[in-house]
């Protein structure tokens, strides 16, 4: 109890510090980000049904709500959660020894524990979810701290970008490119402290550069490497470091084949054949100093390595590179954020709308369960993954929340199902009889006896519909009707794998990212399963 | 008659040239060609790539069921015919061997003389029949014959070349429903012999075809002499009668087919015929290069005496008679799977200048392999003697890093030509809000990082394309330089158009609290999404914001048609030798009008004009004028003149970015199939189109036998840059 009241003690504080100074505090920025969710779901629900009804807002209103939603629902109901957690929090502190717990539940709780492997896996998932909600505090382009001119600043904590002028870039006015300043910081008294992975999951694909050294024997090599380089090069000039004095080609570790050597303009000066690293003909297009031109270049060669590169400690790419240029450790956590965020918002709809479903059908009964078990078959028989891509096509500005709102409205019939069974169940037990007797409500029936007895149905699911949501979201992503473009997928990773099975690792990342996630969920699910078991703790024949 | 080389379309009802009505080789240009060319994956590239299964949906369906639905149940729906001709064509193939004996009774003989010969009655004005006496007499007679040849002189005859096609025709007609499809171009418009061909190398001279002697007169009509010895294969002479035989199928409604219906009916004015071997063409108007009309194909008068209502039918499965070194073989024909090409032996050019040494391959094999994938696969494994799919890098470069390759027995080769560029680029529309600023423009083309896109995601290989129309030879504009990627500039102009506060997201804003933010339309294919990702990561730096928006081919194209895009990335389809204005640009095709009166929308915006290629909305009083002009053009030197004048408006319009082209195509070929020293011919897209590889059996054998016994070659990478714009 009282570990709980710590969290959500930090919870309330971290809010008051982030209004405070007007940070963006990592684990608090969720909430913004689930409540702008709720409100953007809300705010499409409502404009369709007004506009089934034919009485669709105008543009302005429409505006209105939207400036509404994403500016004072945002900041209240983070706000209102806050304050929950800091009234729970204290409460739980001073009460939180005297509460007493149903021993039944206690009894699975000690059980579940007992259970090693599910344990086990519950504190691994635990601490993944906890690394993924630290956000840019492990993961992102933006620097941790920066100490430039005497002054320490935290660029991942300003809501704001800081450009580029304020560190000493110039021209600098689009915002700091903090891998780049650090390298530029290098030798001088200032200084950048970037993230582990220096890498955003999103839009950031920065090419990997290398470059070449001439060893003894009068090869090519790149540094670092022992096999002579093969490919293209490039030597820029030192004052436009956009613009090539040579395009050079290399033949293992030779120069070999034609090559263009510019001016400072980049237009080609002079042409030059290579066989093997001799030099077979020179053609001169114009005059021009070709000493000079050399003098203003740049000595080192220069390799883009082009994408997918593999896993490298130099460059800070973890686990290598995909297709585009993306890091891949930084991918995978940013797919796992929306994972989790997803996984809660999909749990709360499908159980919502399957408790309420099979919970009325079981205990109306008659033909209200008829009509509806009808419906269901119906609605159950519906080819999902077509309707998914359907649905998809018609929307053309899906999000994660669109993707998993079409997964939920075909994932609830399971629950409802075993919600029915249950609720059937309980409902013609003795107790439930008794109650009624009494001349107990509906409302008491339902709430006070049938819903807690029907808990444990529930809880041994909800592990099992994780795992069908990752794996959904997932095999929409890898048919390409998930994620919008440029979103973080493990789907688009597996499939960019798949594309590129010569490049192992980036299957390998994303296979072991979906399977291991999926492995530790089911065995959570396995334990939660054993210890809610019934057969160990159910009295009834 | 092949849309290769047909004038320029200016006809202003959309793209019915370039998208429905395209002939093979444009389709060829979209489907196939950019896979080629274009670095993009199986889901056709240009805007025009509309699948010809889409296009030619039967017209109850397209104008019934199609058009009311949205475009995701459109594809169902031709995905659905197509399944279910599959089935009906599944099942016709299992009564094929019945089907022999009663074809004839489904087609009782005919003879259509008669109603021909009524038919050219009809038309006086169309069809002249005048004697030699009344051909001109002082006509000067050109014949080409100087112009350099272009064939390997040890080129040897023989063997038979292996290739591929990713699907199986569904007819062996040139024309009509279903001729359009991707194999048109093999077995027709490379093949097929017009009056006078164009010369591949030497821009703007022409070689004779069919025809041994011709002369122009005001640039408007054209008098031929045919070749006395020209015959078709099936060894029927080619006489002018074939070639009146041929206006009437163009013309009759039984080829059921409209745009060559139009296409012949108003780009001639009229067929003369003087004797069997003498006639003369005359155009509408006089062209500042009238031989280039003259892509007309005679048609065999004995073989086309059935041609009638049931022509599509009846002429389905039938070899046409071919005026090329190839027919098609229906012998060994087998549907679905192979189709072939065999050499016509005692063909009528095959000793003549221009003609020898090429064409040599006794036979050509088309293997149906739907998937390129799967092709290239096969191609490794030596089941294809040639692959051509290999110029994006990740074939060139990765794909292509087999031990095949290494060893020698597959080499490579990049060839620079000399081919109008497919205008790829970022096309603005200006008729949506924000965009309608030219300021914005200016910046959103500063704002675009085409160069890093070259350097990085086409690893430098490919050249920045400088303006919409380029790679006309002296009809481009060289000196208009693309706006660079440039963060200063591209602030400075939206700052000018009032973007000027920076949001938390590094978004710009203007006073009125509006993101500076549009959407950019691309290809839902992997190189196009990296494409736009690229864009929308370097966009940022300069504060606006790109949202990637990947569509399938249909919806993007219907997007496009009905001008609901914001930004896209897409190209069009090019024919040489002139490039377009009217429809890309003019005014006319960007607004809806009503008796000079614009057409306003719910917004009180002007009501976009749907349907047409001005994608960009552009809408130039200065450029109208000057495209009219240009339409009206009768000398090269003026069409030259006004063409700068246009691409310098373009160029201030900023409603086109110009991406990138390749200035070259890549092949690869295992070590058998050769080629003349210069590799091929300057104005080529493809190599093989214009025939002059030839296969050497002795060194297959010896390639062969060294890869059994693992000994290797040293490794061929051979780059052509002769034809390489300095």
């Known amino acids: 109890m009282r570990k709980l009241a710590i969290v959500l003690l930090t919870l309330a504080l971290l809010r008051i510090l982030q209004l405070a100074t007007g940070w963006e505090i990592p684990l608090v920025k969720w909430l913004s980000v689930a409540a702008s969710a709720v409100g953007a779901l809300g705010l499409t629900l409502l404009t369709t049904t007004l506009s089934l009804v034919k009485a669709a807002p105008s543009p302005a209103t429409l505006k209105a709500m939207q400036a509404f939603v994403s500016g004072l629902w945002v900041f209240w109901s983070v706000n209102l959660v806050c304050l929950a957690a800091l009234g729970l929090g204290v409460y739980l502190l001073q009460q939180g020894d005297k509460i007493s717990w149903d021993p039944l539940t206690l009894k699975r709780w000690k059980r579940f524990r007992s259970l090693r492997r599910g344990y086990v896996s519950m504190w691994i998932l635990g601490a993944l979810v906890f690394i993924a909600l630290l956000d840019n505090v492990l993961v992102g382009k933006r620097a941790l701290l920066v100490k430039y001119d005497g002054h320490v600043r935290c660029p991942f904590l300003e809501a704001d970008p800081i450009m580029g002028r304020e560190f000493g870039v110039t021209p600098g006015n689009s915002e700091t490119d903090y891998r780049e300043l650090k390298e530029r910081f290098q030798g001088t008294a200032n200084w950048v402290l970037m993230p582990l992975v220096p890498y955003d999951a999103r839009a950031d694909t920065p090419p990997v550069m290398a470059h070449l050294e001439k060893r003894g024997d009068g090869i090519y090599y790149e540094v670092g490497e022992v096999e002579p380089y093969t490919g293209t090069a490039a030597q820029n000039f030192k ?66 390595k082009y994408a997918p590169t593999p896993p490298s400690w130099r460059h800070r ?113 003795d107790y439930v009889a008794a109650a009624r007797l009494m001349g107990a409500s ?30 959904g979201l997932t095999s929409l992503d890898y048919l390409g009707f998930g994620l ?10 597996l499939k960019d794998g798949v594309d590129n099975l010569a490049k192992p690792w980036i299957l390998m990342s994303g296979f072991a990212a979906l399977a291991s996630v999926l492995v530790l969920v089911t065995f959570i699910g396995e334990a939660i399963r054993e210890a809610f078991d019934p057969r160990k703790f159910t009295y009834y024949e | 008659m092949s849309k290769r080389f047909l004038p320029t379309q200016f006809n202003g009802s959309l793209c019915r040239d370039s998208v429905l009505e395209c002939g093979g080789k444009a389709l060829r240009d979209t489907a196939l060609g950019a896979l080629r060319h274009l670095d993009v994956q199986r889901n056709s590239p240009c805007m025009t790539g509309c699948s010809p299964g889409v296009s030619r949906l039967p017209s109850a369906l397209e104008s019934g069921v199609a058009h009311s639905l949205p475009a995701a149940f459109q594809d169902a729906a031709a995905t659905a015919w197509c399944n279910c001709l599959l089935a009906i064509f599944t099942f016709f193939l299992t009564l094929a061997p019945l089907s022999a004996e009663t074809e004839d009774e489904r087609f009782p003989p005919y003879d259509n003389t008669a109603e021909v010969n009524a038919y050219y009655k009809s038309k006086p004005d169309f069809f002249q029949f005048k004697t030699i006496d009344d ?20 080129a040897q005859k023989g063997g038979t070349m292996r290739y591929f096609q990713p699907s199986f025709p569904p007819t062996l007609r040139f024309v009509g429903p279903g001729a359009n499809s991707s194999f048109r171009g093999q077995h027709f418009d490379d093949i097929a012999i017009y009056p006078v061909q164009p010369h591949p190398n030497v821009q703007g001279r022409y070689m004779p075809g069919t025809c041994q002697q011709w002369c122009i007169v005001d640039h408007q009509t054209v008098y031929l002499r045919l070749d006395p010895a020209a015959k078709f294969s099936n060894g029927d002479p080619i006489r002018v009668d074939d070639y009146f035989m041929m206006f009437y199928m163009m013309h009759s409604p039984h080829i059921q087919d409209p745009w060559y219906n139009n ?11 003087y004797d069997d071997l003498t006639f003369a063409l005359r155009l509408p108007d006089p062209k500042p290069d009238p031989l280039f009309y003259l892509t007309i194909v005679p048609s065999c008068v004995k073989f086309y005496r059935e041609f009638g209502p049931d022509y599509n039918q009846r002429y389905n499965w039938r070899a046409y008679p071919s005026t090329g070194a190839y027919v098609l073989d229906t012998d060994t024909m087998i549907k679905g799977r192979k189709i072939s090409m065999r050499r016509v032996k005692d063909w009528f050019l095959k000793d003549r200048k221009f003609y020898r040494n090429r064409f040599n391959p006794d036979v050509i094999n088309y293997t149906i392999i739907a998937n390129l994938d799967k092709a290239f696969e096969s191609f490794r494994k030596g089941a294809l003697d040639y692959f051509d799919f290999v110029t994006p890098p990740i074939y060139w470069y990765d794909k292509l890093a087999v031990p095949e390759v290494f060893n020698g027995y597959i080499c490579k080769s990049q060839f620079y030509n000399d081919f109008p560029r497919p205008p790829w680029g970022v096309y603005l529309n200006c008729a949506t809000p924000g965009l309608d600023d030219q300021r914005i423009r200016v910046g959103i083309q500063h704002a675009l990082n085409v160069q890093k896109v ?60 509006e993101r500076l933010s549009f959407e950019l339309q691309v290809r839902d294919n992997p190189i196009h999404r990296r494409y736009g990702l690229r864009f929308k990561e370097e966009a940022l730096k300069a504060g606006l914001e790109v949202r990637i928006e990947a ?95 246009c691409d310098q408006l373009i160029y201030e319009e900023a409603s086109f970015v110009p991406a990138w082209a390749p200035s070259f195509y890549r092949t690869a070929y295992w070590r058998w199939i050769k080629w003349p020293a210069d590799f091929n011919v300057r104005i080529s897209d493809l190599a093989w189109t214009n025939h002059v590889l030839w296969i050497d059996e002795a060194e297959k054998q010896a390639t062969l036998k060294a890869q059994r016994e693992g000994k290797t070659f040293p490794a061929v990478e051979q780059i052509y840059d002769q034809y390489r714009a300095k």
């Open chain 1, 239 to 304: 004052e436009h470091p956009d613009v090539k004095r040579q395009d050079l080609r290399f033949q293992a570790g030779k120069l070999h084949g034609g090559i263009s050597l510019n001016d400072a303009e980049g237009s080609p000066v002079e042409r030059v054949t290579y066989e093997n690293g001799v030099e077979q003909s020179r053609v001169k297009l114009n005059e021009s100093d070709a000493a000079a031109l050399d003098a203003a270049a740049n000595p080192q060669f220069q390799v883009i």
């Open chain 2, 551 to 645: 569509l399938d081919n249909t919806s993007a194209f219907k997007r496009l048609r009905d001008k609901q895009h914001e930004m896209c990335f897409t190209a069009w389809n090019i024919q040489p030798p002139f490039p377009k204005f009217w429809e890309n640009f003019h005014g006319d095709n960007a607004f809806e009008k009503k008796n000079g009166v614009w057409e306003l929308d719910v917004n009180g915006r002007r009501k976009a004009k749907p349907n047409t290629n001005n994608i960009t909305s552009t809408d130039n009083e200065a450029l109208d004028k000057l495209i009219d002009q240009y339409e009206r053009a009768q000398t090269a030197d003026e069409i030259e003149r006004l063409a700068h004048q």
């Open chain 2, 263 to 273: 296409e012949f009916t108003t780009k001639y004015q009229s067929i003369i015929k």
């Open chain 1, 484 to 493: 919008p473009v440029g979103e973080p997928s493990w789907g688009v990773l």
């Open chain 2, 454 to 513: 070259i350097d990085i995601d086409l690893r430098g290989d490919y050249e920045r394309l400088l303006t919409p129309g380029d790679g006309y030879g002296r009809f481009s504009s060289t000196n208009l330089k693309p706006r660079e990627f440039s963060v200063e500039k591209a602030r400075a102009a939206f700052a000018s158009a009032g973007y000027d506060q920076l949001g938390s997201d590094g978004i710009l804003k203007n006073a009125k609290g």
């Open chain 1, 442 to 471: 509906n409302r008491r029936m339902v709430f006070t006896h049938i819903l807690p007895n029907t808990l444990s149905v529930l809880i041994t699911l909800l592990p099992f519909k994780v795992d069908a949501l990752i794996a």
């Open chain 1, 317 to 429: 790419h973890f686990l290598g590179t995909d297709s585009s240029g993306g890091d891949i450790l930084a991918i995978m956590i940013g797919a796992f954020q929306l994972i989790i965020g997803g996984t809660l918002f999909f749990l709360v709809v499908t159980y919502l709308i399957g408790v309420v479903v099979g919970g009325l059908t079981g205990y109306l009964g008659g033909w209200i369960d008829l009509l509806a078990q009808r419906g269901i078959e119906i609605w159950s028989s519906m080819p999902f993954l077509y309707v998914i891509i359907l649905l998809r096509s018609l929307n053309e500005r899906p999000s994660l929340l669109f993707v998993i709102t079409a997964l939920a409205a075909f994932s609830w019939m399971g629950i409802s199902a075993y919600m029915r069974t249950a609720t059937f169940r309980e409902k013609n037990r």
């Open chain 2, 135 to 154: 051909l001109p007499k002082d006509l000067k007679w050109e014949d080409g014959m100087d112009l350099p040849e272009f064939s390997d002189p040890n």
